[in-house]
């Protein structure tokens, strides 16, 4: 019998995870909960909505799991609130963990975490609690991910790396070895990070300029 689960949230993160794990997991996703004050569908998904505050005395955590998904608002600070309030409810934290990606860090994986297809993640690489890695990533040896943090796709962080709790890592961005990201950081699409990233920071990356020449006067496309 599979394992049952709430999931938190009926947004399309939400509707992600209720694919995710019930296509490829040992769970059963069973419900949706949200605030009462965000609550306005008795259902998503096929399945019942029910208020956060009623959620533990409707789906016990004693036979139930749950799943925050949630993205990155506030710098994952509201994913971050949630995680704690259901773990303060009572309950386990569910992780996903695509069978497509490739994971050599002997399971290093806390609670809550999201883990996409075409991750690879080398070995002696520690990820924490409530970590989100979309598709495509490459988490280089020996480096941690904190809690909270969420990494875009095809981001590459190389050997060594620390990344601070609460950060977001934006899609192709790049990571050198052995440098420190500070909580709460910002690397935004596309950015180089050469060095230590104090906490609190944002790094753009240069977006690619139009350029003066219109399209219908180029010839080879």
């Not at 309950?91 to 994986?109: H, M, P, W, Y």
């Not at 990070?193 to 006067?217: F, H, K, M, N, Q």
Request: glycine share 8%.
């Amino acid at each position: 019998m599979k394992k049952r689960l709430v999931i938190f949230g009926y947004g399309d993160m939400a509707q992600l995870a209720h694919y995710y794990f019930s296509t490829a997991s040992a769970y059963e996703v069973v419900a949706f909960t949200v605030d009462a004050s965000y609550l306005k569908e008795a259902s998503f998904c096929g399945l019942p909505v029910v208020a956060f505050e009623d959620v533990e005395r409707m789906y016990p955590p004693a036979s139930h799991d749950c799943f925050v998904a949630l993205g990155y608002s506030k710098v994952n600070a509201v994913r971050k609130e949630k995680f704690l309030a259901a773990k303060e409810k009572g309950f386990s934290l569910a992780s996903f963990i695509s069978s497509r990606a490739t994971l050599l860090n002997d399971g290093q994986v806390g609670e809550n975490c999201f883990i996409f297809e075409d991750n690879t993640i080398q070995p002696f690489v520690t990820i924490g609690n409530n970590v989100t890695l979309w598709s495509g990533n490459h988490i280089g040896h020996h480096s941690v991910i904190h809690d909270h943090t969420f990494i875009a796709s095809h981001a590459v962080i190389s050997g060594r790396v620390e990344i601070g709790e609460q950060c977001f890592i934006g899609v192709n961005a790049t990571l050198r070895d052995h440098i420190k990201v500070g909580e709460r950081c910002v690397i935004g699409a596309g950015a180089l990070l050469l060095g230590d990233a104090e906490p609190d920071g944002v790094y753009i990356g240069t977006a690619t300029e139009r350029s003066r020449v219109p399209s219908s006067r180029l010839r080879a496309i």
